[in-house]
C-alpha cells in the first residue's frame, strides 16, 4: 500500500508540475529568424531586422498581448539555438516538415509558396521534371526542404548545398551552378534585382507534401504547446482582423498564405 500511495503522489506532484508548465504565463516571447532572405527576412541598410517574417511575428506579438524581441541567427544552427533556449519561436519560412517535427513542434502554417527553378538565361534547361534537370548541377541552401528535393527527387542532378541563399546566388551569376532551387518569392524577387539580370525563372515545382510540408508555420520547443496554441489563435485572428493582407500587401500582390 505504502508504495501504491507513493506512485499515486508522484503523478499527483507530475500532474501538478505539468499543469502549472502548461499554465506559463507568456511576458516576453524571443523570436530567432535569419536575416538572409529577402523579402521574408533580411538586415536592411539601417541595420534593423525587416520583412515579412518580422512584420508577421510583431503582429503575432501584439494579438497575444506579449513583449517581441526578434534576434538574428544563422539558419543551419536554427533548431539548435531554439532547443538551447536561446529564443522561444522561429519564425523564418520554416516548413513544418515532418523531419523536423520529429524535433520540435509548429504552430499552423502563416504562409504557404511553391518551390521553383532559376537558371542563366542562356540555359538549355527546359523544364523542372528530373528529365529536364538531369545531369545539372543544382545549387540550393543547406538543411533546407530544396536542398532535400534535389536529393531525393532529383537524383540524376548533382546537389551543391550552401550556408546562405545569397550564396548559391552568387555562384549561379558567376556561371558555377545550372540551376538552383528556392522558393519562387525568394527567387523572383532576386530576379527583379541588378544582381538576377542572369538569370530566369525555368518554372515552379508542385509541392511533394512529404518534402515541403503544408506551408511555413511557427516553430517551437515541443513542451511549449501552449505557445504554440497561442501562436495558432493569433495567425487566425489576424487572418480575420485584416492585419495579414495588410502585411500581405507591403510585400507580395498576392495572397501568400496560400491554398
Not at 102 to 120: G, H, L, M, Q, R
Not at 137 to 142: L, R
Not at 175 to 203: F, H, I, P, Q
Not at 253 to 259: A, R, T
Request: proline share 4%; net charge negative.
Amino acid at each position: 500500500m505504502k508504495f501504491a500511495k507513493t506512485l499515486v503522489t508522484a503523478a499527483a506532484l507530475l500532474a501538478l508540475s505539468l499543469g502549472g508548465a502548461a499554465a506559463k504565463e507568456w511576458k516576453k516571447v524571443v523570436i530567432g529568424t535569419e536575416g538572409a532572405y529577402p523579402p521574408f527576412n533580411y538586415v536592411d541598410t539601417d541595420g534593423k531586422m525587416k520583412g515579412f517574417d518580422v512584420d508577421i511575428a510583431l503582429a503575432l506579438c501584439e494579438e497575444m498581448k506579449v513583449e517581441c524581441e526578434v534576434v538574428a541567427q544563422d539558419w543551419d544552427g536554427m533548431i539548435p539555438a531554439l532547443l538551447a533556449g536561446k529564443f522561444d519561436a522561429i519564425i523564418a519560412s520554416m516548413s513544418a516538415t515532418e523531419e523536423r517535427k520529429k524535433v520540435i513542434d509548429f504552430s499552423e502554417k502563416y504562409y504557404n509558396t511553391p518551390p521553383a527553378i532559376v537558371a542563366p538565361k542562356d540555359t538549355d534547361i527546359k523544364g523542372v521534371t528530373p528529365e529536364d534537370l538531369a545531369g545539372k548541377t543544382i545549387g540550393a541552401q543547406v538543411s533546407t526542404m530544396h536542398a532535400d528535393y534535389v536529393e531525393k527527387v532529383l537524383t540524376q542532378s548533382e546537389l551543391k548545398s550552401y550556408p546562405t541563399a545569397d550564396e548559391y546566388k552568387l555562384d549561379l551569376a558567376n556561371g558555377r551552378l545550372d540551376a538552383a532551387n528556392d522558393d519562387v518569392v525568394v527567387l523572383s524577387e532576386w530576379l527583379k534585382t541588378e544582381a538576377g539580370a542572369c538569370c530566369k525563372l525555368v518554372g515552379t515545382i508542385k509541392p511533394v507534401l512529404e518534402i515541403h510540408g503544408p506551408g511555413a508555420g511557427i516553430g517551437v520547443r515541443k513542451e511549449d504547446t501552449d505557445l504554440r496554441d497561442m501562436f495558432s489563435a493569433a495567425i487566425k485572428a489576424i487572418r480575420a482582423n485584416g492585419k495579414y493582407q495588410e502585411i500581405n500587401k507591403k510585400y507580395f500582390d498576392f495572397d501568400v498564405y496560400g491554398g
